[in-house]
């Protein structure tokens, strides 16, 4: 069976400085893992995704996540917050199969203080 | 990236009656596509996949009857609140996944129900 865990409900950082949002996961296979972001009364919107290759994966807005298959992880990272990020975060994964459904974390809140 | 649209954005309504949100892929097609529901601050909480010209694929749990789920077209699909009652009260959102360029699900933007 496929999950996700994102083990902080909260994260929160000084804009400026670099931030880290946690995402481990388990899957039969290899996985496609995706982060999206959603703000305030919107839907999801598409950060980043890793399928195969790099395992460093750039994504939008400046944001990159590290896949690290030893540690079945895949943080999301920037280097430098801005307040606009200040947002809730989502890490899903997903099998390989088309028919495979995505699988979404709990969500962790990113609060970036000025 | 691709653009998925949820109309309404809200609707108030009330209760015993029925509302239909409508989920389009604007710019690919979606042969599947996929309905959830999120609670304030929790995760989302998928109620039915949505496939093109056949019947939906509903979640253990999920009323069939009382979420009814069209998806006519290749672009659009439409959940049907029946007889909403003020339980249903909830964001609900559509995904569409793009299985020709990038294999990547993409969401609308949400429908916030409120059902007095």
């Known amino acids: 069976a496929q999950s996700v865990a994102q083990p902080e409900d909260q994260v929160n950082v000084a804009e400026g400085n670099p931030l880290t949002v946690k995402c481990t996961y388990s899957?039969?296979?290899?996985?496609?893992l995706f982060w999206y972001v959603q703000y305030p009364n919107r839907g999801l919107q598409f950060l980043l995704k890793?399928?195969?290759?790099?395992?460093l994966v750039k994504g939008s807005y400046g944001f990159e996540a590290e896949f690290n298959k030893s540690q079945t992880s895949f943080h999301l990272k920037k280097p430098s917050a801005l307040v606009s990020d200040s947002a809730l975060y989502f890490c899903?994964?997903?099998?390989?199969?088309?028919?495979?459904?995505?699988?979404f974390g709990s969500g962790t809140r990113l609060s970036i203080r000025p | 990236g691709a653009v998925v649209s949820q109309h309404p954005s809200w609707v108030i309504c009330k209760s015993g009656t029925s509302v239909k949100i409508e989920c389009r892929s604007l710019?690919?097609?979606?042969?599947?596509m996929f309905w959830y529901r999120q609670f304030p601050k929790q995760s989302l909480m998928l109620m039915a996949t949505?496939?093109?010209?056949?019947?939906?694929?509903?979640e253990q749990g999920v009323e069939k009857d009382k979420f009814l789920i069209n998806h006519a077209s290749l672009t659009l699909s439409t959940l049907t609140v029946t007889s909403a009652h003020p339980e249903d009260s909830s964001f609900y959102i559509c995904?569409?996944?793009?299985?020709?360029?990038?294999?990547?699900?993409?969401f609308g933007p949400g429908t916030r129900l409120t059902v007095l």
């Open positions: 995904s569409a996944r793009d299985t020709g360029r990038t294999d990547t699900q993409y």
């Open positions: 899957v039969s296979g290899n996985p496609y």
């Open positions: 890793y399928i195969t290759g790099d395992n």
């Open positions: 899903a994964v997903r099998g390989y199969s088309s028919a495979s459904k995505i699988i």
């Open positions: 710019d690919f097609q979606a042969t599947t």
């Open positions: 949505s496939n093109e010209g056949s019947k939906a694929t509903y």
